[in-house]
């Protein structure tokens, strides 16, 4: 089994930085692709960052340029480097993992507790 922890979430004024963590532990020869998502309030969740076995990632558009997905392989953990904080970012973040190649195709197998990001105006 993989257990995901994600940290770095807090209050920021719009305009700010955070830099989400997601740690890894257990079974983490399994995991080949990583993604972090959100939810905020009365919405859907939604992708915000993508990294595939390969390292490629993906961005959907209201993130894009702001938003940076990277890994540290020796210390298992992905991060969510978020600069130019929006209060429309506010929501709760969360960390996911796969153990296939692609789990923004396939479905990410394993999901964390989440972080909350607040941004105020």
């Known amino acids: 089994q993989v257990t995901l922890v994600e940290s770095g979430g807090g209050l920021v004024q719009a305009g700010g930085s955070l830099r989400l963590s997601c740690a890894a532990s257990g079974s983490i020869f399994k995991i080949n692709s990583m993604g972090w998502y959100r939810q905020a309030l009365g919405k859907q969740r939604e992708l915000v960052a993508a990294v595939s076995s390969g390292g490629s990632t993906n961005y959907p558009d209201s993130v894009k340029g702001r938003f940076t997905i990277s890994k540290d392989n020796a210390k298992n953990t992905v991060y969510l480097q978020m600069n130019s904080l929006k209060p429309g970012d506010t929501a709760v973040y969360y960390c996911?993992?796969?153990?296939?190649?692609?789990?923004?195709?396939?479905?990410?197998?394993?999901w964390g507790q989440g972080t909350q990001v607040t941004v105020t105006s």
């Open positions: 996911a993992a796969s153990s296939l190649d692609d789990g923004l195709r396939s479905g990410y197998d394993y």
